[in-house]
């Protein structure tokens, strides 16, 4: 009977965990960096495994105490919210103090393993869960320009392992960033638009004009052409050692096209099917894309 208590006690703990810090959302973010650091190094002989291994916990650890933070201060507002009200805190599984604890922990953690690789590394890390924490959290019921300001913790992971592999940031860091800078704008309005009336419940002001119209949906096309001529910068040969090769820049364009053919059938439809769609089409793209990189670099 203990045993079987003690079983349920532990896998309730472990969900929980997964649940305080996002897990797949987590996962998602630490896969970025480790797209950014295979960009980075210079070979894959030169790969250091254990360095690799201290970029994926610590970059977990920040991600997580980032959402940890996150759901301490809404946990009011996640009560409001169909989709939130389950999480440990606001469903009272878990106390705001345990929650802090974990986010705590996580951060030193993180900032730690992180300083281990290099001070760069473990300081864009601080600044990414600073500015998610204490700047976008709290701007979320106040103006839809948090949307904006939450796009730069979302850029920094990408140019994170960047920084990870070589100890420097420079034009190909800032590339990466960019690159991720504007993928978050379709991503995240997407997600807005498709969860509006469940955000409207906490009073959460996540689409650019505020409703579910044109202008949003303009502006998430906007937004993806700005992705597509991002993503195509490092085959001009302005951007130091990340560059691709014309045929990797084809690939990536109609990568491109494939994201800004749901933006535009947004703006036609006006729909949360479409908005979903695009959000589920906006996470497949930036995936291949960063593979693309990668796979280009290695067999070119």
Known sequence: ??????????????????????????VSVVFSSIAGFMLGISSFHSLDWMVLLKLIIGGYCMVGASNAFNQVIEKELDVLMDRTKNRPVPSKRMSPNSALSIAFLLTITGIVLLYTINEK????????IFIYTCLYTPLKTVTPLSVFVGA?????????????????????????????FFWQFPHFWAIGWFLYEDY????????PSGRKDNSTALQIILYTLWLIIAS???????????????????????????????????????TAKSARTLMLVSVSYITILQLVYILDKFLR
């Open 121 to 128: 590394t473990a300081m864009f890390g601080a600044i990414s």
């Open 200 to 207: 409207e419940k906490a009073g959460f002001f996540m689409l």
């Open 232 to 270: 195509l910068l490092p085959v001009l040969g302005f951007t130091g050692q990340f560059f691709i090769t014309k045929i990797s820049a084809v690939v990536v364009f109609l990568l491109g096209l494939w994201m800004l053919f749901y933006a535009v059938k947004l703006y036609q439809t006006r």
């Open 1 to 26: 009977m203990n045993a079987t208590i003690n079983n349920l006690s532990f896998k309730s703990i472990y969900t929980d965990f997964l649940e305080i810090t996002k897990a797949r959302l987590a």
């Open 152 to 180: 730069f913790p979302g850029a920094i992971p990408f140019m994170l392992g960047w920084v990870a592999a070589t100890g420097n940031f420079g034009i190909e860091a800032g590339t990466l960033f960019l690159i991720q």
